[in-house]
């Protein structure tokens, strides 16, 4: 990791920055972008391919805009890596610790580009910005919403009812991967024979393609449409009547 205070990636990290920040919806006004540079509230900071930007051990609070390369953040367990979130130019993450007391990151966020450039924007000035306009703390807490939104999406896939409609919400959240399969079958709860046969039966009706450990999502609706079958035939099965009900 290298911090940029001037040169060529400096200067085209501001115009990167200037761009990104116009599209997003917390401090997406020129006037916050002036606030930011002129305070020299932020930083800008280059990696390599493999640097960890954030760690559960080394983290800063401050929100962090990818500008340039690709991240993604991933969480270890006894099967290996699982990637939870990935990261285009243009990606906001750091939510997790910008406001919250000091307890470990939430997962390790990685380059998995040959490189990558980063501007942070620390607690203190967001905070100011926060404070100094209403629609940027709405918007805030609209992002956070959202951000609640995909957790319960998370939860859904660890709680839904069969090794097929946990898959189909995993794979239609993550948009497909290069996937361990043990590392996959451990962060579902399911065997990877069980694994497989789901695999086998979403490439089968089209949802997705494999090729080797890749997955690519072909039709996300198709995908999403097995947690309401499996959801339905739950529903049916828990109001069918038992023959003890019968008799």
Same mark, same amino acid.
């Given at each position: 990791?290298? &911090?940029?205070?001037?040169? !060529?990636?400096?200067? +085209?990290?501001? %115009? =990167?920055?200037?761009? $990104? ?79 919250? &007391?000091?307890?470990?990151? !939430?997962?390790?966020? +990685?380059?998995? %580009? =040959?490189?990558?450039? $980063? ?91 494999? %090729? ?36």
């Amino acid at each position: 990791m290298q &911090e940029r205070k001037e040169g !060529a990636d400096f200067s +085209r990290a501001l %115009s =990167r920055f200037r761009t $990104v920040l116009s599209e997003n919806d917390i401090l997406g006004r020129d006037l916050f972008f002036d606030r930011i540079v002129s305070s020299q509230g932020f930083s800008v900071r280059s990696y390599e391919n493999g640097e960890c930007i954030f760690s559960p051990q080394a983290f800063e609070r401050a929100l962090a805009f990818l500008l340039e390369g690709k991240a993604v953040a991933v969480k270890t367990n006894a099967g290996g890596d699982v990637a939870v979130s990935r990261f285009q130019p243009g990606s906001l993450f750091g939510l997790a610790a910008l406001f919250a &007391e000091d307890e470990p990151y !939430a997962s390790e966020i +990685r380059v998995v %580009s =040959r490189k990558a450039l $980063v501007v942070f924007v620390p607690q203190e000035t967001v905070a100011e910005i926060l404070s100094a306009s209403p629609e940027a703390s709405l918007a805030y807490i609209r992002l956070l919403s959202q951000k609640i939104r995909f957790l319960n999406a998370k939860l859904d896939a660890f709680t839904a009812p069969n090794a097929l409609a946990k898959l189909s919400l995993y794979l239609a959240e993550q948009n497909g991967s290069k996937l361990s399969m043990l590392a996959l079958a451990n962060t579902l709860n399911i065997s990877r024979m069980t694994l497989y046969r789901a695999l086998d039966e979403l490439t089968k009706d089209g949802s997705i393609q494999r %090729s080797g450990k890749t997955v690519t999502v072909t039709d996300r609706a198709k995908l999403l449409s097995h947690l309401t079958e499996s959801a339905e035939r739950e529903s049916d099965s828990e109001n069918k009547p038992s023959r003890k009900d019968i008799l």
